[in-house]
């Protein structure tokens, strides 16, 4: 009877285990943030066993998904993004794409993304999640994240002319330390001109701008790179 009961349950954990459906998630180069993560996260959360491939990894599949995902001028928060999923063969199954209307503060991404994802796989998600996406609440000072590889990220944060250099250098980095708990850093900066308006009037600001690459480190952090690291060159000089 033991041995019954044995082979039973076995039975069920290896149809549970088999019949999950592998998702290959095709990493999107300079993507905003860590999208990439959310969009693994939700399959996970849902029966499927999801990982990212960033341009290495060659492990089959039974669904490829590629996601695009554009961000808001000037705001770290997510504009529009663009799903595909295809089979093993490449053949594409479905597509779906969405715009967020403008100036979304408060709005619950990764449940966002998991709604799209219910279209793309047409199947019944479930979608609630606490509100995941790291944030830093810099008054007047705007900033945009892009993800360049899975321990790489380019930042640039710009501040209003209200705002010190050294008050936009530290807010670079509390951006920084919210995607790695670990890092090294190089960064430079400068000064950019903006425009305000008020009634018919438009008036010319100059404000601080920092801009640099975190990359993952094992070592104490954050370490400041004396050298720009080849990442740097490639984002913001070529």
Request: glycine share 6%; proline share 2%.
């Amino acid at each position: 009877m033991k041995k019954l009961t044995f082979s039973f349950l076995f039975l069920i954990v290896a149809l549970l285990g088999f019949g999950q459906k592998i998702v290959k998630i095709e990493f999107y180069k300079n993507s905003t943030g860590d999208y990439d993560l959310m969009i693994k996260n939700v399959l996970n959360k849902n029966g499927f066993n999801a990982f990212v491939n960033y341009g290495n990894n060659n492990t089959k599949a039974d669904y490829i998904l590629e996601y695009t995902t554009v961000s808001r001028e000037k705001y770290d928060e997510l504009h529009k993004f663009i799903f595909i999923l295809y089979d093993n063969k490449k053949n594409v199954i479905s597509k779906f794409e969405k715009t967020i209307s403008y100036m979304n503060f408060g709005v619950n991404e990764p449940k966002v993304i998991c709604k799209g994802l219910e279209k793309l796989f047409n199947k019944k998600f479930g979608c609630k999640f606490n509100k995941e996406k790291n944030e830093v609440n810099y008054f007047n000072i705007n900033f945009n994240v892009h993800k360049i590889d899975s321990c790489t990220y380019s930042i640039i944060a710009k501040g209003a002319g209200i705002r010190p250099l050294e008050d936009v250098k530290k807010a670079f980095l509390r951006k920084a330390g919210q995607y790695l708990d670990s890092f090294e850093y190089y960064f430079e900066n400068g000064d950019y001109n903006y425009k305000s308006r008020s009634g018919s009037y438009t008036f010319n600001h100059s404000g601080y701008s920092v801009w640099g690459i975190i990359k993952h480190t094992q070592n104490e952090s954050p370490k400041k790179l004396g050298e720009k690291p080849i990442e740097f060159i490639t984002e913001f000089e070529k």
